[in-house]
């Protein structure tokens, strides 16, 4: 019993430095600047939240499209779990995060979510993030994450996302609730939920 349990940790832990440096991309990609090297640390995390990271009061769609300034609404050591309608499923940019990779294998998948069905207004929609890492991890369990197959599977469908809560300040100016009446507002909150952890599909289109 005791050499399985030192097999299992070891095991643990070997997946653990795996997910430290994936593809040959540190947890802080090729930033330079502390504060990205420190945000890209939280985008890449790879370990799942416990139980109290979840807010007491739960953090959810409709907290996170509550209109007001919410730089300090939530907290990065929070986790979320958001039910919403997906309205869009797309290839994440090129970024320091995954170190500039132009393949999408390696890069981050948008998914968006809104409250309704039918929302059609950018400045209502919210962001969650599945991550190379996470897609790595998902495959191994014999599920795809790549963003072709989220598309399929997910695109207009009503879901349950659960991950870490996220403010990505390179938005703030991008954001209505952080820049009401924005021309440029493509998104109702600079917070994401970021990584996703968990994907649930609660009906059909």
Avoid at 11 to 36: I, T, W
Avoid at 77 to 91: F, H, K, L, N
Avoid at 162 to 178: F, I, K, P, S, V
Wanted: aromatic content about 8%; hydrophobic content about 35%.
């Amino acid at each position: 019993m005791a050499l399985f349990v030192c097999l299992l940790i070891a095991a643990l832990n070997g997946a653990a430095e795996a997910q430290e440096k994936f593809h040959g991309c540190p947890m802080a990609g090729n930033a330079r600047g502390r504060d990205s090297r420190q945000l890209n640390r939280m985008k890449n995390r790879y370990l799942r939240p416990m139980p109290e990271d979840y807010s007491r009061y739960g953090i959810g769609l409709d907290s996170m499209l509550q209109p007001g300034d919410d730089v300090r609404r939530f907290t990065n050591s929070q986790a979320a779990e958001v039910t919403g309608y997906v309205r869009d499923v797309q290839i994440g940019g090129i970024e320091s995060c995954n170190c500039n990779a132009r393949d999408a294998r390696y890069r981050d998948t948008h998914i968006v979510l809104a409250a309704g069905p039918k929302e059609k207004k950018a400045s209502r929609m919210v962001i969650a993030e599945v991550t190379p890492r996470w897609r790595e991890i998902m495959r191994k369990r014999g599920v795809d994450w790549s963003t072709s197959a989220l598309k399929k599977t997910l695109l207009g469908k009503k879901v349950r996302i659960r991950g870490w809560m996220l403010y990505d300040w390179h938005y703030t100016e991008e954001a209505e609730n952080t820049n009401p009446g924005g021309r440029k507002n493509w998104r109702a909150t600079a917070w994401e939920v970021h990584p996703v952890i968990s994907i649930e599909v609660l009906n059909s289109r």
